[in-house]
């Protein structure tokens, strides 16, 4: 199955400040999905990344606040923008691995992020 | 849509005793579904997974599961439970036969182990 590399593992920001996520996959993949989790809380789905177009953001989240670049098959970003103390969670990419039937998926090792 | 209940926000068990942490499920077909620890500070790992055939699962770290359609579960079991095992565990669905779509994850059951 897939590795991916997510940095950076944890950060401490200043409100109003902005953070950039990134997440290294070992292998091509088609879609990227980044969650929220916030202290506490599942797994909420921020957006999905498809390599070549926009990504499609789910109810409550928005570009301007959480963009997202998908350059190539292997990387993607996400940023936190405009950062406030709401926005202190867990941040994990996820892409699927394998085909057909039998697929699963391989999580980042999540981004701890605190906005003081 | 998919969806996901984990009916229990938080259990504590004895160690060495048994675990059943409960998951139900709601999809419109069979569903892939999924198991997922969280140790404190960790990312998320796979325990166990259920595609079709067998019900009964068989995962890491001595966990199984049991696949029961008519009940729309898929509880998660150990016979005997370590301290290593607290954690929060996350159950997961996912579209049949569609790695393209994301996994929709339960709330989450926060497991404490006592001495």
């Known amino acids: 199955s897939a590795v991916i590399s997510q940095k950076p593992s944890r950060d401490i920001c200043q409100r109003g400040t902005s953070l950039t996520i990134q997440c290294q996959v070992d292998?091509?993949?088609?879609?990227m999905f980044w969650y929220r989790q916030q202290p506490g809380q599942s797994l909420t789905l921020i957006a999905t990344?498809?390599?070549?177009?926009?990504?499609?953001?789910e109810s409550g989240f928005v570009i301007d606040k959480f963009p997202i670049s998908r350059p190539n098959l292997t990387f993607s970003t996400l940023t936190v923008s405009n950062m406030s103390p709401e926005d202190s969670s867990i941040y994990l990419c996820s892409v699927p691995t394998g085909q057909g039937e039998f697929y699963g998926y391989t999580f980042g090792s999540g981004t701890r992020l605190t906005v003081v | 849509a998919q969806s996901v209940t984990q009916p229990d926000i938080h259990i504590t068990v004895s160690e060495g005793a048994s675990l059943e942490l409960r998951c139900n499920y709601s999809?419109?077909?069979?569903?892939?579904l999924f198991w997922y620890v969280q140790s404190p500070g960790q990312g998320l790992q796979l325990l166990l997974k259920y595609f079709s055939g067998d019900t009964l699962v068989q995962g890491i770290k001595g966990f199984e599961a049991e696949f029961k359609r008519s009940q729309s579960s898929f509880n998660l079991r150990k016979p005997s439970v370590h301290w290593s095992d607290a954690a929060e565990y996350f159950c997961a669905v996912g579209r049949r036969n569609s790695g393209n779509t994301p996994l929709v994850f339960g709330k989450g059951t926060r497991l404490s182990v006592i001495a």
């Open positions: 292998s091509q993949v088609t879609m």
């Open positions: 999809y419109g077909a069979t569903p892939y």
């Open positions: 990344a498809n390599q070549g177009s926009e990504a499609t953001y």
